[in-house]
């Protein structure tokens, strides 16, 4: 379980508030998580007699009809996925402007809370967590659901047995689809994803996002747990959003020459620029992780052999115009099986 958050007088009132609303159903412990898609809550089921967690949307959001009208579907959706490496969802309610989903409370530690306390992380445990984290997108996008903001964050570790579960699927589109003008949302403060783990199509502004936009974002993930970092830093949202769409990953062979030839080349082929030259679907990635055979990219081939090209060439983001031209484009260049 995270750290509880210490309040400010705001959140303070924000959490009376939500309590008094949930009281005949629920006992509200404390905040224990937030960010751009909400505010997560320890409480007691008062009627199930059990723990859980509740995420709450932010009320900057809940006010607006359409954006949750999509949470609640959104939500709705994911409560379906049923899978041991995905948070369980048991409801998904709004209590008068209040809009929330009730899922199970995993005692353990998120990825992130992870790297922050150990730094690079042992190989075995990356390989198996990536496995399940894999297993678990290969179940959701075979149901039509795209994550849409894989990040440490959003992978739980459970204490008991240390397997990952994957938690928010659905809330990024909810907030971006619903909001309408992503600019307009993303300059109030409100996040739409999460920069330091955007594919290089969500980073240009597409809205039809697949699975292998998921794969990209996973391995971002992948990167950071060996390396202790994500491979693309910046100060700035528009400066990160540029390097996921024209600058080049460091290989991990460089930068941590005990990790695997297999699991290098698996990471440095999630972190193509081109989603045609990344793993087409989370099972071939999961096939991979297994079997430690990672087959060439025929896609990576044909465009190496002809004349290389970026693969995103998008309207601008936060006035800054899209990176154009050869050769920039193609990432993971001289990595492993690529």
Same mark, same amino acid.
């Given at each position: 379980?995270?750290?509880?958050?210490?309040?400010?007088?705001?959140?303070?009132?924000?959490?009376?508030?939500?309590?008094?609303?949930?009281?005949?159903?629920?006992?509200?412990?404390?905040?224990?998580?937030?960010?751009?898609?909400?505010?997560?809550?320890?409480?007691?089921?008062?009627?199930?007699?059990?723990?859980?967690?509740?995420?709450?949307?932010?009320?900057?959001?809940?006010?607006?009809?359409?954006?949750?009208?999509?949470?609640?579907?959104?939500?709705?959706?994911?409560?379906?996925?049923?899978?041991?490496?995905?948070?369980?969802?048991?409801?998904?309610?709004?209590?008068?402007?209040?809009?929330?989903?009730?899922?199970?409370?995993?005692?353990?530690?998120?990825?992130?809370?992870?790297?922050?306390?150990?730094?690079? =992380?042992?190989?075995? *445990?990356? %390989?198996?967590?990536? !496995?399940?984290?894999?297993? #678990?997108? /290969?179940?959701?996008?075979?149901? @039509?659901?795209?994550?849409?903001?894989?990040?440490?964050?959003?992978?739980? =570790?459970?204490?008991? *047995?240390? %397997?990952?579960?994957? !938690?928010?699927?659905?809330? #990024?589109? /909810?907030?971006?689809?619903?909001? @309408?003008?992503?600019?307009?949302?993303?300059?109030?403060?409100?996040?739409?994803?999460?920069?330091?783990?955007?594919?290089?199509?969500?980073?240009?502004?597409?809205?039809?996002?697949?699975?292998?936009?998921?794969?990209?974002?996973?391995?971002?993930?992948?990167?950071?747990?060996?390396?202790?970092?994500?491979?693309?830093?910046?100060?700035?949202?528009?400066?990160?959003?540029?390097?996921?769409?024209?600058?080049?990953?460091?290989?991990?062979?460089?930068?941590?020459?005990?990790?695997?030839?297999?699991?290098?080349?698996?990471?440095?082929?999630?972190?193509?620029?081109?989603?045609?030259?990344?793993?087409?679907?989370?099972?071939?990635?999961?096939?991979?992780?297994?079997?430690?055979?990672?087959?060439?990219?025929?896609?990576?081939?044909?465009?190496?052999?002809?004349?290389?090209?970026?693969?995103?060439?998008?309207?601008?983001?936060?006035?800054?115009?899209?990176?154009?031209?050869?050769?920039?484009?193609?990432?993971?260049?001289?990595?492993?099986?690529?």
């Amino acid at each position: 379980m995270p750290e509880p958050v210490a309040p400010s007088t705001e959140d303070a009132e924000l959490r009376e508030h939500v309590a008094q609303a949930l009281s005949a159903s629920y006992e509200l412990d404390q905040e224990i998580g937030r960010g751009g898609m909400g505010i997560v809550y320890r409480a007691r089921d008062r009627r199930l007699k059990r723990h859980v967690a509740i995420k709450l949307l932010p009320p900057e959001l809940s006010f607006r009809r359409d954006v949750r009208s999509r949470f609640l579907r959104e939500a709705e959706t994911a409560a379906q996925l049923g899978h041991p490496n995905i948070v369980p969802i048991y409801s998904v309610d709004e209590v008068g402007n209040l809009v929330f989903f009730v899922m199970a409370c995993i005692d353990g530690d998120n990825l992130a809370t992870k790297l922050q306390k150990r730094g690079p =992380l042992p190989i075995e *445990d990356v %390989r198996r967590w990536l !496995t399940e984290v894999s297993e #678990a997108l /290969a179940y959701a996008h075979a149901r @039509g659901v795209v994550h849409r903001d894989i990040k440490p964050d959003n992978i739980l =570790l459970d204490g008991i *047995d240390g %397997r990952a579960l994957v !938690t928010d699927f659905g809330i #990024a589109r /909810a907030v971006t689809e619903g909001g @309408g003008d992503t600019a307009r949302l993303t300059a109030t403060g409100i996040a739409i994803g999460t920069p330091a783990y955007m594919s290089p199509e969500q980073a240009s502004g597409d809205r039809d996002l697949d699975a292998r936009s998921d794969l990209y974002s996973l391995g971002i993930v992948a990167y950071q747990t060996l390396c202790g970092e994500p491979p693309f830093l910046g100060n700035t949202t528009p400066a990160l959003l540029v390097k996921h769409l024209a600058e080049a990953p460091v290989p991990i062979s460089q930068r941590r020459p005990d990790v695997p030839p297999d699991l290098a080349a698996i990471v440095m082929r999630l972190l193509e620029k081109n989603p045609e030259h990344r793993f087409q679907s989370a099972t071939e990635l999961v096939q991979a992780l297994k079997t430690g055979v990672v087959p060439p990219s025929a896609a990576r081939a044909a465009t190496t052999a002809g004349a290389g090209s970026v693969a995103f060439t998008g309207g601008p983001i936060g006035g800054m115009p899209l990176p154009t031209g050869s050769g920039g484009g193609a990432s993971g260049a001289g990595a492993p099986g690529g």
